[in-house]
Protein backbone atom coordinates (compact mmCIF):
# COMPACT_ATOMS: atom_id res chain seq x y z
CA UNK A 1 0.00 0.00 0.00
CA UNK A 2 1.49 3.41 -1.17
CA UNK A 3 1.63 6.17 1.73
CA UNK A 4 2.86 9.29 1.28
CA UNK A 5 4.27 11.79 4.06
CA UNK A 6 4.97 15.27 4.18
CA UNK A 7 7.31 16.79 6.10
CA UNK A 8 9.17 20.53 6.66
CA UNK A 9 9.45 23.28 8.63
CA UNK A 10 5.94 24.29 9.74
CA UNK A 11 7.01 28.24 10.27
CA UNK A 12 8.69 30.07 7.34
CA UNK A 13 9.59 33.69 7.75
CA UNK A 14 8.55 36.31 5.17
CA UNK A 15 11.06 36.51 1.78
CA UNK A 16 12.57 33.71 2.72
CA UNK A 17 12.03 30.10 0.88
CA UNK A 18 9.57 27.57 2.42
CA UNK A 19 10.75 23.76 1.88
CA UNK A 20 8.70 20.39 2.25
CA UNK A 21 9.99 16.63 1.17
CA UNK A 22 6.89 14.44 0.56
CA UNK A 23 8.72 10.60 1.32
CA UNK A 24 7.05 8.03 -0.84
CA UNK A 25 6.61 4.55 1.05
CA UNK A 26 5.29 1.13 -0.06
CA UNK A 27 6.48 1.71 -3.95
CA UNK A 28 8.77 2.77 -5.99
CA UNK A 29 9.20 6.78 -6.95
CA UNK A 30 10.66 5.53 -10.17
CA UNK A 31 8.20 2.78 -11.46
CA UNK A 32 7.55 5.55 -14.65
CA UNK A 33 3.57 5.35 -13.95
CA UNK A 34 2.64 8.50 -12.09
CA UNK A 35 3.87 12.14 -11.85
CA UNK A 36 4.21 13.21 -8.10
CA UNK A 37 2.34 16.94 -7.03
CA UNK A 38 2.06 19.67 -4.76
CA UNK A 39 -1.10 20.79 -3.81
CA UNK A 40 -1.63 23.54 -0.70
CA UNK A 41 -4.91 24.50 1.31
CA UNK A 42 -5.20 27.81 3.09
CA UNK A 43 -7.59 27.76 5.93
CA UNK A 44 -10.97 27.33 5.28
CA UNK A 45 -10.56 27.91 1.36
CA UNK A 46 -10.03 25.72 -1.64
CA UNK A 47 -7.65 23.43 -3.27
CA UNK A 48 -4.67 25.20 -5.45
CA UNK A 49 -2.19 22.89 -7.68
CA UNK A 50 1.06 23.84 -6.80
CA UNK A 51 3.40 21.35 -9.69
CA UNK A 52 3.90 18.38 -10.84
CA UNK A 53 7.30 16.17 -11.43
CA UNK A 54 8.15 12.54 -12.88
CA UNK A 55 10.57 10.73 -12.45
CA UNK A 56 12.42 12.01 -15.30
CA UNK A 57 12.98 15.51 -13.81
CA UNK A 58 10.38 16.46 -16.15
CA UNK A 59 8.30 19.50 -14.17
CA UNK A 60 4.94 21.51 -14.80
CA UNK A 61 3.69 24.37 -12.59
CA UNK A 62 1.01 26.47 -12.33
CA UNK A 63 1.52 29.93 -13.76
CA UNK A 64 0.77 31.42 -11.35
CA UNK A 65 3.42 30.32 -8.75
CA UNK A 66 5.57 29.07 -11.73
CA UNK A 67 8.41 32.08 -10.88
CA UNK A 68 8.52 31.44 -7.33
CA UNK A 69 8.38 27.16 -7.20
CA UNK A 70 10.66 24.45 -8.06
CA UNK A 71 10.14 20.78 -7.62
CA UNK A 72 12.99 18.31 -7.55
CA UNK A 73 13.12 14.31 -7.36
CA UNK A 74 15.23 12.07 -5.62
CA UNK A 75 14.81 8.86 -6.84
CA UNK A 76 17.56 6.81 -4.25
CA UNK A 77 15.24 8.50 -1.38
CA UNK A 78 12.77 7.79 -2.82
CA UNK A 79 11.54 11.56 -2.47
CA UNK A 80 10.17 14.66 -4.29
CA UNK A 81 10.23 17.72 -2.91
CA UNK A 82 8.99 21.41 -3.11
CA UNK A 83 10.89 24.82 -2.86
CA UNK A 84 8.65 28.33 -2.71
CA UNK A 85 10.59 31.36 -2.69
CA UNK A 86 9.82 34.60 -1.47
CA UNK A 87 6.97 33.55 0.64
CA UNK A 88 4.36 36.02 1.94
CA UNK A 89 1.57 35.53 4.62
CA UNK A 90 -0.86 34.05 1.40
CA UNK A 91 1.09 31.12 1.45
CA UNK A 92 0.26 30.40 4.57
CA UNK A 93 -1.38 26.82 4.03
CA UNK A 94 -2.06 23.15 4.53
CA UNK A 95 0.76 21.49 2.13
CA UNK A 96 -0.41 18.36 0.21
CA UNK A 97 1.58 15.73 -2.15
CA UNK A 98 -0.34 13.50 -3.97
CA UNK A 99 0.34 10.64 -6.71
CA UNK A 100 -0.98 11.37 -10.10
CA UNK A 101 -1.50 8.46 -12.42
CA UNK A 102 -0.79 8.60 -16.15
CA UNK A 103 -1.03 4.93 -17.20
CA UNK A 104 -4.28 3.79 -19.29
CA UNK A 105 -6.60 1.70 -17.11
CA UNK A 106 -5.40 3.25 -13.77
CA UNK A 107 -6.61 6.79 -12.10
CA UNK A 108 -5.72 8.80 -15.30
CA UNK A 109 -6.19 12.64 -14.74
CA UNK A 110 -6.77 12.51 -11.03
CA UNK A 111 -5.40 12.30 -7.23
CA UNK A 112 -5.19 8.91 -5.86
CA UNK A 113 -2.99 8.60 -3.07
CA UNK A 114 -2.97 11.78 -1.07
CA UNK A 115 -0.28 12.24 1.94
CA UNK A 116 -1.95 13.58 5.30
CA UNK A 117 -0.91 17.26 4.86
CA UNK A 118 1.63 19.50 6.75
CA UNK A 119 0.85 22.96 7.69
CA UNK A 120 2.80 25.58 7.26
CA UNK A 121 2.56 29.23 8.10
CA UNK A 122 4.77 32.33 7.16
CA UNK A 123 5.25 34.81 9.82
CA UNK A 124 7.91 36.83 11.33
CA UNK B 1 -6.35 30.11 -14.91
CA UNK B 2 -9.33 30.96 -12.83
CA UNK B 3 -10.69 28.23 -10.77
CA UNK B 4 -13.71 26.03 -11.61
CA UNK B 5 -17.18 27.38 -10.55
CA UNK B 6 -18.87 25.20 -7.78
CA UNK B 7 -22.11 26.01 -5.34
CA UNK B 8 -20.46 26.87 -2.50
CA UNK B 9 -23.15 24.67 0.00
CA UNK B 10 -25.79 22.25 -0.59
CA UNK B 11 -28.16 20.26 1.37
CA UNK B 12 -30.60 17.44 1.42
CA UNK B 13 -32.01 14.73 4.06
CA UNK B 14 -31.22 11.43 4.53
CA UNK B 15 -32.04 9.15 1.77
CA UNK B 16 -32.37 12.07 -1.26
CA UNK B 17 -29.96 12.83 -3.65
CA UNK B 18 -27.94 16.33 -3.90
CA UNK B 19 -26.48 17.39 -7.02
CA UNK B 20 -22.98 19.66 -7.07
CA UNK B 21 -22.07 21.69 -10.23
CA UNK B 22 -18.65 22.28 -11.74
CA UNK B 23 -18.46 24.94 -14.37
CA UNK B 24 -15.24 25.69 -16.73
CA UNK B 25 -14.48 26.58 -19.72
CA UNK B 26 -13.35 24.73 -23.10
CA UNK B 27 -10.29 24.83 -22.07
CA UNK B 28 -10.63 22.59 -19.01
CA UNK B 29 -13.89 21.09 -17.91
CA UNK B 30 -15.41 20.83 -21.52
CA UNK B 31 -12.02 20.04 -23.51
CA UNK B 32 -10.80 16.84 -21.63
CA UNK B 33 -12.38 13.79 -19.78
CA UNK B 34 -10.19 14.52 -17.27
CA UNK B 35 -12.40 15.56 -14.47
CA UNK B 36 -12.55 14.21 -11.02
CA UNK B 37 -14.04 15.22 -8.06
CA UNK B 38 -12.58 14.83 -4.41
CA UNK B 39 -14.32 14.55 -0.83
CA UNK B 40 -12.75 16.25 2.10
CA UNK B 41 -13.78 15.90 5.95
CA UNK B 42 -13.02 18.42 8.10
CA UNK B 43 -8.68 18.54 8.82
CA UNK B 44 -8.28 15.36 6.54
CA UNK B 45 -6.88 15.00 3.23
CA UNK B 46 -9.15 15.11 -0.01
CA UNK B 47 -10.59 11.37 -0.98
CA UNK B 48 -10.83 10.65 -4.99
CA UNK B 49 -14.48 9.94 -5.45
CA UNK B 50 -15.17 10.22 -9.35
CA UNK B 51 -12.16 10.44 -12.02
CA UNK B 52 -13.01 10.68 -15.73
CA UNK B 53 -16.17 12.39 -15.84
CA UNK B 54 -17.56 9.32 -14.11
CA UNK B 55 -15.71 6.22 -13.04
CA UNK B 56 -15.60 5.41 -9.21
CA UNK B 57 -12.28 3.57 -7.70
CA UNK B 58 -12.62 0.57 -5.92
CA UNK B 59 -14.15 1.04 -2.67
CA UNK B 60 -16.30 4.08 -3.14
CA UNK B 61 -20.02 3.51 -2.96
CA UNK B 62 -22.22 3.72 -6.49
CA UNK B 63 -24.40 6.11 -4.45
CA UNK B 64 -21.66 8.31 -6.02
CA UNK B 65 -21.77 9.38 -9.57
CA UNK B 66 -20.58 12.06 -12.62
CA UNK B 67 -21.47 13.46 -15.51
CA UNK B 68 -20.66 16.00 -18.29
CA UNK B 69 -22.49 18.28 -20.32
CA UNK B 70 -20.08 20.87 -22.60
CA UNK B 71 -17.93 23.38 -19.92
CA UNK B 72 -19.79 21.37 -17.28
CA UNK B 73 -19.54 18.50 -14.46
CA UNK B 74 -21.89 17.23 -12.23
CA UNK B 75 -21.45 14.94 -8.91
CA UNK B 76 -24.88 13.26 -7.63
CA UNK B 77 -24.69 11.69 -4.74
CA UNK B 78 -27.89 9.51 -3.94
CA UNK B 79 -29.16 8.19 -0.69
CA UNK B 80 -27.58 10.65 1.18
CA UNK B 81 -25.86 9.54 4.73
CA UNK B 82 -24.78 11.22 7.64
CA UNK B 83 -21.25 10.38 6.70
CA UNK B 84 -21.34 11.80 3.02
CA UNK B 85 -21.60 15.37 4.98
CA UNK B 86 -18.39 17.18 3.54
CA UNK B 87 -16.46 19.60 1.28
CA UNK B 88 -16.37 18.60 -2.56
CA UNK B 89 -13.76 19.81 -4.93
CA UNK B 90 -14.09 19.33 -8.73
CA UNK B 91 -10.79 19.19 -10.83
CA UNK B 92 -10.00 19.21 -14.57
CA UNK B 93 -7.11 18.60 -16.63
CA UNK B 94 -6.20 21.62 -18.26
CA UNK B 95 -3.48 20.91 -20.64
CA UNK B 96 0.52 20.63 -20.24
CA UNK B 97 0.74 24.21 -19.41
CA UNK B 98 -1.43 24.13 -16.52
CA UNK B 99 -2.35 20.53 -15.93
CA UNK B 100 -4.71 21.19 -13.12
CA UNK B 101 -7.63 23.45 -12.09
CA UNK B 102 -9.59 23.01 -9.22
CA UNK B 103 -12.97 23.88 -8.59
CA UNK B 104 -14.16 27.05 -5.66
CA UNK B 105 -15.55 23.53 -3.22
CA UNK B 106 -18.89 22.68 -2.36
CA UNK B 107 -20.14 22.12 1.39
CA UNK B 108 -22.77 19.48 1.39
CA UNK B 109 -24.97 19.66 4.72
CA UNK B 110 -27.49 16.28 5.54
CA UNK B 111 -29.96 17.91 6.84
Known amino acids: QVQLQESGPGLVKPSQTLSLTCTVSGGSISSGSYYWSWIRQPAGKGLEWIGR???????NYNPSLKSRVTISVDTSKNQFSLKLSSVTAADTAVYYC????????????????WGQGTMVTVSS | QSALTQPPSASGSPGQSVTISCTGT?????????VSWYQQHPGKAPKLMIYEVSKRPSGVPDRFSGSKSGNTASLTVSGLQAEDEADYYCSSYAGSNNPYVFGTGTKVTVL
Open chain 1, 53 to 59: IYTSGST
Open chain 2, 26 to 34: SSDVGGYNY
Open chain 1, 98 to 113: ARDPIDYGDYVGAFDI
